[in-house]
C-alpha cells in the first residue's frame, strides 16, 4: 500500500484532531498535532498580542516545517493536525487585519513563510473540515478550554472568510471537503467510515461520492 502524507485543515473547533485521531486509529497512520503546550511564546503573545505575534508566527512555522518535512520522510502513512499553509493564509492574515501584527511584520513573515513552503514536499490530501460558526461555538463550549474563552463568534466568522478565500485559491493538492455540520465523526463511528471512505477513494484517484446531508444520515 502507498504511504501518503495528510493534512487536516479547519476552524477552530471544526474537529481537527478529532478526525485526524480517529483516521490515524482506523488507518493504522501516524498522527501529529500541532504544538501548543511546549510553545514558549504563547504566554508572552495572550498578554500582549502586538508585540510578540510576529514571533509566534515564526515558531509556528518552523515547528511545522519540521514536522511536515519529517513525516514526509517516514516509510509509512501519516496525517497532521492542521496544515503549515492555515498559518500564513488565515493566522497571520487575521493578527495583520486586527491590527495585531503591523504591516512591516506581516510582509517579514509571508516572505519568510514563502522561501519555507516553496522547499517542502507536497502533501498527498488536504481534508478540510468546513463547519458553520453556531457548530464552532457548540464544539469550543463542549470542550471548555481556558484559552478559548475569548473567541468570538465575529472572530470565528473573520477566520472562515479567509478560510473561503484560501480554499478557493488552493492548488497545493487535491482537497476532500467534509460537512462539519452534519457528520459527528466523535459520537457516530458510522460517519468516520463515511470519511474515511471518502478520504481512500480521493488518494486512490477515484471520484468520491458527495457526503450525506443530515437528513440522509439520520433516515440512514
Not at 66 to 77: F, G, I, N, W
Not at 89 to 112: S, W
Not at 194 to 206: H, N, Q, S
Request: hydrophobic share 45%; glycine share 4%; net charge negative.
Amino acid at each position: 500500500m502507498s504511504k501518503h502524507l495528510i493534512l487536516v485543515a479547519g476552524n477552530i473547533g471544526a474537529g481537527k484532531t478529532s478526525l485526524a485521531e480517529r483516521l490515524a486509529q482506523r488507518l493504522n497512520w501516524q498522527v501529529a498535532y500541532e504544538s501548543v503546550d511546549d510553545n514558549p511564546y504563547l504566554p508572552d503573545f495572550y498578554a500582549d498580542m502586538r508585540q510578540w505575534s510576529f514571533h509566534l508566527q515564526v515558531f509556528f512555522l518552523g515547528h511545522r516545517a519540521e514536522q511536515h518535512r519529517a513525516l514526509m520522510m517516514l516509510p509509512h502513512s501519516a496525517v497532521i493536525d492542521r496544515s503549515i499553509y492555515e498559518d500564513a493564509h488565515i493566522f497571520a492574515r487575521a493578527l495583520y487585519t486586527l491590527g495585531n501584527m503591523t504591516e512591516r511584520d506581516y510582509h517579514a513573515y509571508q516572505r519568510v513563510y514563502k522561501l519555507v513552503v516553496d522547499t517542502l514536499p507536497r502533501p498527498d490530501l488536504l481534508i478540510y473540515i468546513r463547519a458553520s460558526v453556531p457548530t464552532l461555538l457548540t464544539h469550543i463550549q463542549k470542550r471548555a478550554r481556558v484559552i478559548e474563552d475569548n473567541i468570538s463568534a465575529d472572530y470565528l466568522a473573520l477566520l472562515e472568510r479567509f478560510y473561503t478565500d484560501w480554499m478557493d485559491a488552493f492548488d497545493v493538492c487535491p482537497v476532500l471537503t467534509v460537512p462539519g455540520d452534519d457528520l459527528d465523526f466523535v459520537r457516530y463511528p458510522g460517519h468516520l467510515d463515511i470519511v474515511a471512505e471518502r478520504v481512500l477513494d480521493k488518494l486512490a484517484g477515484k471520484e468520491v461520492v458527495e457526503f450525506p446531508n443530515s437528513e440522509e444520515l439520520h433516515a440512514g
